[in-house]
């Protein structure tokens, strides 16, 4: 308020038009003092209205070293620095505190994996916003946010798990819920988005509903959208608004480098041959390890057979290496293949666990030595088992959300 008064008595007062009258009479006019003691006397009070009413008290009182406090100031407004407030603060990370600006960064959780929004919210320093979600009799969904969000940069992290169409649904309700509470952005969090995989038209008459999907995401309001591991590169482009995509292939290379596997006795597989480019910035990544590839013939949807095998694995550790396991049939006729052909250890690294029945009867029969996979999706107890090891991208993500809030490289993470 003093800054909106400051600036009122600014242009009150200092018009060019009563600048020049002022200079032109070399002096005050009925009381008022010269434009130079007038500057100086807003400067001392910092509140232009505050030095205008004491130049009229004070009747035109030329010279003096008399202060004038400001209305409203503190008993130590001397001595005080006075900044201009920033109602954006777009800068290098700091804690609130010690900005003296408020914190226009929200981040809110769906229903879908609210242990994964509490580790990114933590990560951020941040507690999570309050939202009221629930279902009625029906099955239709209620949405509230139960905070002011007005002017704020607004994140969703919600993944399209299964079932998917409920969440999807959801995170629909949830942006438009924002956009009406005055959002100022609203960018949506998909660390895992639902039907990727159907990106393209294989046979006539086919659907793609990843274009459909990034097109109802777009209508329902949302600015921007930040995805982990799409099934495929051009689902970015199915999106007509900007799309930051991270990889969490970051945080199982770091794994894998825990267990101090010589590169000599690594090499990196992709289940299939969709998968090559996948597996091979993979495997660069692991001092440049050989890739291999199984070729597959897919008769039906979830339904997979392996075909033959390309590269070398006898005597050593293989890794498997795909962006989700649903059913697990690829992977695991994969890892049949790679013992046959003598391969020493077999590991499945994925991203996103769906685990569709019978996923857990296959991955835990004893073909893997580990299977590796991320956060991303929510593993029920019923769906772990020994050979499953789960590591969080809660850190990679808020990293992701930071930048992207703060208007820096969201790429960089990779680099």
């Known amino acids: 308020m003093t800054a909106a008064l400051s600036l009122q008595g600014l242009s ?9 009258r002022l200079r032109s009479s070399g002096g005050s006019r009925m009381g008022r003092p010269s434009a130079p003691q007038l500057l100086r006397l807003r400067a001392q009070s910092g509140n232009g209205v505050a030095a205008d009413e004491a130049a009229r008290t004070n009747g035109g009182r030329q010279g003096g070293t008399t ?20 109602l954006f603060p777009r800068g290098q990370l700091q804690s609130q505190a010690a900005a003296h600006v408020p914190n226009r960064l929200r981040v809110f959780s769906g229903t879908a994996n609210p242990a994964l929004a509490q580790e990114v919210a933590c990560y951020l320093g941040l507690d999570l916003g309050s939202m009221k979600i629930k279902r009625f009799a029906d099955g239709e969904i209620y949405v509230q946010v139960g905070e002011s969000i007005r002017g704020c940069d607004v994140f969703l992290i919600q993944p399209t798990t299964p079932p998917v169409n409920d969440n999807m649904m959801e995170l629909l309700i949830m942006i438009d819920a924002c956009k009406r509470a ?5 960018t949506a969090v998909l660390p895992y988005f639902g039907y990727a995989r159907a ?8 659907a793609i509903a990843a274009k459909l999907s990034a097109n109802i995401i777009t209508e329902a309001g949302a600015d921007r959208v930040l995805a982990m591991d799409l099934h495929s590169g051009q689902c970015v482009g199915y999106f007509d608004i900007p799309v930051d995509h991270v990889y969490g292939d970051s945080v199982i290379l770091d794994y894998l480098s825990s267990k101090r596997i010589s590169s000599g006795d690594l090499v990196v597989v992709s289940p299939d041959v969709g998968g090559v480019a996948r597996a091979r910035a993979f495997a660069k990544k692991l001092n440049d390890a050989p890739l291999a590839i199984v070729d597959k013939r897919r008769s039906a949807h979830n339904v997979s057979e392996v075909m033959n095998l390309i590269g070398d694995v006898r005597g050593k550790v293989a890794v498997l290496v795909d962006d989700m396991i649903d059913t697990a049939g690829t ?9 046959l052909e003598g391969a020493r250890e077999v590991y499945a690294c994925c991203t996103h666990a769906v685990f569709s029945p019978p ?11 580990e299977v590796i996979v991320a956060n991303t ?5 019923s769906h772990q088992f020994p050979e499953l090891t789960i590591l969080s991208v809660a850190n990679l993500l808020g990293e992701a959300i930071w930048r ?3 208007a820096t490289s969201v790429a960089a993470i990779r680099e």
């Open 12 to 20: 009150m007062s200092c018009s060019s038009g009563q600048a020049a």
């Open 331 to 339: 992977i695991t006729n994969a890892a049949k293949v790679l013992h």
């Open 182 to 186: 005055s959002a100022r952005s609203i």
């Open 67 to 86: 202060h004038v406090r400001p209305v409203l100031a503190p008993p130590s407004w001397e001595n005080t620095l006075r900044t201009a407030p920033q």
């Open 199 to 206: 990106d393209r038209k294989t046979q006539g008459r086919e």
């Open 404 to 406: 992207v809030y703060n």
């Open 359 to 369: 996923a857990v009867e296959r991955l835990s029969s004893g073909v893997f030595q």
């Open 377 to 381: 999706i929510p593993v029920p107890p």
